[in-house]
C-alpha cells in the first residue's frame, strides 16, 4: 500500500515537471511570435545608432564647474615625463629630511569619505586632500618603505621603457611587498602622486578581457579582425597605447557581464545578424577594457548597450563602467563611459519574460544591503528607471543570472530575448 502511494506521489511529481517544462515552452514560443522579421529591427537599431551618433559628446571638464571642493585629477605622462615627476618627488623627500621634518611623502586621500559624484560629469572623482606618510611612524613605515619602493622600480621602467605586469612587479620583492594587494595599492597612490594615468607607470594589469564582432583595428602595428577572433574573441591588449585606427560598421556596442553569455553570443555570430561590437571584463571590469571600450565609444561614436545579471552585483559592475570605481576615481576622467543604457537582464524582465521560479535566487542578505546601500548612491538616484529596478528588486527579494534564460533554450538569449528587446527598445 504504502509503495503504491510512494509510486503515485513520484508520477504526480513527473507530471508537474513535465507540465512546468511545457509552460516553459509555450512562453518562449510566444515571445519568438512577437519578433518582426530582422530588417525592421535594423531599421531602429539604425536609427537609434544615428541619433546617438549625432548627439554632442559633453566636453565640460572639472576646471569648468564651479564646485564646492578641490579635486583630483591625472594624466597621460610620456616616460621622461614619469621619470621627472618621480626626481622632483625624491627631491621633496630631501628637503623635508634636511628641514628636519623626516622622510616622508605626501600621498592623496583615496578614502571612501575623499570621494566626490559630479552629476554634470555623471562621474566619481577624487577631492584634493593629503594625509603625510611619515617613515618614522610604526603605523605607517611598511608603507613609506613600499611607497619609495615602488618610484624606484618605476623609474627603471621609463627610463628602459618598457612594460611589465602588476604580478611581475610584485615579485620583484615579495619580502618586503607580502601580498600583491598591498604592491596594487601604492601603485595607485603612486599614480595619484605624480598626476599621471596608472599606464603611465609602464605597469599593465594580465589580459583579461575580450572583444568580438564588427570591429578592426591596429595592435602595435597588426591589424586584428574581430570577426575572425572564433568564439573565445579577442584578448584586449593590456597596454591601450599600442591600439589604434579602429573601423567598424556595427550599430552599436553590446557590452556583456559574462564570459559565459559571451561565448554563447560568440558562437551564434549574434554581431553578424545584428551588427555589433560584444566586449567582456569577464567580471568586475579591469582597466585594459574600461579603457578600450572608451576608445571604442569615443572614436567609433556608437550606442553602448548593457547586459549584466539581474543582481545588486551587476548593477555595481556596469556603474563602474559608467561613473567610475571609488578606488581609481583620481582618473575617471579616461576610464568611464557615459550614457551606457541598461539592456536586462532587469528585475522586471523576471516576470515580464516568465523566468521560472526554479531559476530565479533568494537575495542574501548581504545582497539586500547592497541594494539598498545603491539606492543611496546620487548616481543611481539620478535616473527613476534604475531607482525603479532597483527598489524591485529589494522588495522581491529574488535575483537572476543571465544563464536563467537557458530554462528556455540554449539560445534563447541569441534568438528571442535580445531581438526582443531591441525590437522593443526596451533599455534605460
Given at each position: 500500500?504504502?509503495?503504491?502511494?510512494?509510486?503515485?506521489?513520484?508520477?504526480?511529481?513527473?507530471?508537474?515537471?513535465?507540465?512546468?517544462?511545457?509552460?516553459?515552452?509555450?512562453?518562449?514560443?510566444?515571445?519568438?511570435?512577437?519578433?518582426?522579421?530582422?530588417?525592421?529591427?535594423?531599421?531602429?537599431?539604425?536609427?537609434?545608432?544615428?541619433?546617438?551618433?549625432?548627439?554632442?559628446?559633453?566636453?565640460?571638464?572639472?576646471?569648468?564647474?564651479?564646485?564646492?571642493?578641490?579635486?583630483?585629477?591625472?594624466?597621460?605622462?610620456?616616460?621622461?615625463?614619469?621619470?621627472?615627476?618621480?626626481?622632483?618627488?625624491i627631491l621633496q623627500v630631501a628637503r623635508s629630511i634636511l628641514a628636519g621634518n623626516g622622510f616622508?611623502?605626501?600621498?592623496?586621500?583615496?578614502?571612501?569619505?575623499?570621494?566626490?559624484?559630479?552629476?554634470?560629469?555623471?562621474?566619481?572623482?577624487?577631492?584634493?586632500?593629503?594625509?603625510?606618510?611619515?617613515?618614522?611612524?610604526?603605523?605607517?613605515?611598511?608603507?613609506?618603505?613600499?611607497?619609495?619602493?615602488?618610484?624606484?622600480?618605476?623609474?627603471?621602467?621609463?627610463?628602459?621603457?618598457?612594460?611589465?605586469?602588476?604580478?611581475?612587479?610584485?615579485?620583484?620583492?615579495?619580502?618586503?611587498?607580502?601580498?600583491?594587494?598591498?604592491?596594487?595599492?601604492?601603485?595607485?597612490?603612486?599614480?595619484?602622486?605624480?598626476?599621471?594615468?596608472?599606464?603611465?607607470?609602464?605597469?599593465?594589469?594580465?589580459?583579461?578581457?575580450?572583444?568580438?564582432?564588427?570591429?578592426?583595428?591596429?595592435?602595435?602595428?597588426?591589424?586584428?579582425?574581430?570577426?575572425?577572433?572564433?568564439?573565445?574573441?579577442?584578448?584586449?591588449?593590456?597596454?591601450?597605447?599600442?591600439?589604434?585606427?579602429?573601423?567598424?560598421?556595427?550599430?552599436?556596442?553590446?557590452?556583456?557581464?559574462?564570459?559565459?553569455?559571451?561565448?554563447?553570443?560568440?558562437?551564434?555570430?549574434?554581431?553578424?545578424?545584428?551588427?555589433?561590437?560584444?566586449?567582456?571584463?569577464?567580471?568586475?571590469?579591469?582597466?585594459?577594457?574600461?579603457?578600450?571600450?572608451?576608445?571604442?565609444?569615443?572614436?567609433?561614436?556608437?550606442?553602448?548597450?548593457?547586459?549584466?545579471?539581474?543582481?545588486?552585483?551587476?548593477?555595481?559592475?556596469?556603474?563602474?563602467?559608467?561613473?567610475?570605481?571609488?578606488?581609481?576615481?583620481?582618473?575617471?576622467?579616461?576610464?568611464?563611459?557615459?550614457?551606457?543604457?541598461?539592456?536586462?537582464?532587469?528585475?522586471?524582465?523576471?516576470?515580464?519574460?516568465?523566468?521560472?521560479?526554479?531559476?530565479?535566487?533568494?537575495?542574501?542578505?548581504?545582497?539586500?544591503?547592497?541594494?539598498?546601500?545603491?539606492?543611496?548612491?546620487?548616481?543611481?538616484?539620478?535616473?527613476?528607471?534604475?531607482?525603479?529596478?532597483?527598489?524591485?528588486?529589494?522588495?522581491?527579494?529574488?535575483?537572476?543570472?543571465?544563464?536563467?534564460?537557458?530554462?528556455?533554450?540554449?539560445?534563447?538569449?541569441?534568438?528571442?530575448?535580445?531581438?526582443?528587446?531591441?525590437?522593443?527598445?526596451?533599455?534605460?
Open positions: 500500500m504504502a509503495d503504491k502511494k510512494r509510486r503515485r506521489a513520484e508520477m504526480g511529481e513527473e507530471n508537474d515537471e513535465v507540465s512546468a517544462r511545457n509552460d516553459q515552452s509555450r512562453a518562449a514560443l510566444a515571445f519568438k511570435k512577437r519578433l518582426k522579421p530582422d530588417g525592421v529591427i535594423l531599421a531602429s537599431i539604425q536609427e537609434f545608432s544615428e541619433a546617438a551618433q549625432g548627439e554632442k559628446p559633453e566636453t565640460r571638464t572639472l576646471a569648468d564647474l564651479n564646485l564646492p571642493h578641490a579635486c583630483r585629477e591625472v594624466i597621460d605622462l610620456d616616460g621622461g615625463a614619469v621619470e621627472h615627476e618621480i626626481e622632483k618627488t616622508g611623502f605626501s600621498v592623496p586621500a583615496r578614502s571612501n569619505t575623499n570621494q566626490l559624484y559630479v552629476p554634470e560629469l555623471d562621474r566619481i572623482v577624487l577631492k584634493d586632500k593629503s594625509s603625510f606618510r611619515q617613515f618614522a611612524n610604526v603605523s605607517s613605515v611598511r608603507k613609506t618603505s613600499i611607497t619609495t619602493r615602488i618610484l624606484q622600480l618605476v623609474h627603471q621602467l621609463c627610463m628602459k621603457q618598457i612594460h611589465v605586469t602588476k604580478r611581475d612587479l610584485f615579485y620583484t620583492d615579495v619580502k618586503l611587498f607580502q601580498d600583491q594587494g598591498q604592491s596594487d595599492g601604492v601603485l595607485d597612490d603612486v599614480s595619484c602622486m605624480l598626476g599621471c594615468t596608472r599606464s603611465s607607470l609602464n605597469v599593465v594589469a594580465s589580459e583579461k578581457g575580450v572583444v568580438v564582432g564588427r570591429l578592426i583595428f591596429s595592435d602595435n602595428g597588426d591589424r586584428i579582425d574581430c570577426t575572425k577572433m572564433g568564439v573565445g574573441g579577442k584578448a584586449i591588449p593590456p597596454n591601450i597605447d599600442r591600439v589604434g585606427d579602429m573601423e567598424s560598421d556595427a550599430l552599436f556596442i553590446l557590452l556583456v557581464e559574462k564570459d559565459a553569455a559571451f561565448m554563447r553570443l560568440a558562437e551564434d555570430r549574434f554581431y553578424n545578424r545584428f551588427p555589433c561590437v560584444i566586449i567582456t571584463a569577464k567580471g568586475q571590469p579591469d582597466v585594459a577594457t574600461r579603457l578600450f571600450l572608451k576608445k571604442m565609444k569615443t572614436e567609433l561614436k556608437l550606442p553602448v548597450l548593457a547586459l549584466v545579471d539581474s543582481d545588486p552585483y551587476g548593477l555595481k559592475i556596469l556603474s563602474v563602467y559608467m561613473c567610475g570605481s571609488k578606488n581609481m576615481s583620481y582618473d575617471s576622467s579616461n576610464l568611464t563611459t557615459p550614457d551606457i543604457k541598461w539592456l536586462g537582464i532587469r528585475p522586471s524582465d523576471l516576470d515580464k519574460y516568465h523566468i521560472p521560479e526554479q531559476c530565479r535566487l533568494p537575495m542574501t542578505d548581504q545582497d539586500i544591503k547592497t541594494g539598498k546601500d545603491l539606492l543611496e548612491e546620487d548616481f543611481v538616484k539620478k535616473n527613476p528607471g534604475w531607482v525603479n529596478e532597483l527598489n524591485l528588486m529589494v522588495k522581491t527579494k529574488h535575483k537572476a543570472e543571465i544563464q536563467a534564460l537557458s530554462s528556455f533554450g540554449f539560445q534563447y538569449l541569441s534568438e528571442v530575448y535580445l531581438p526582443l528587446k531591441l525590437q522593443q527598445r526596451d533599455w534605460i
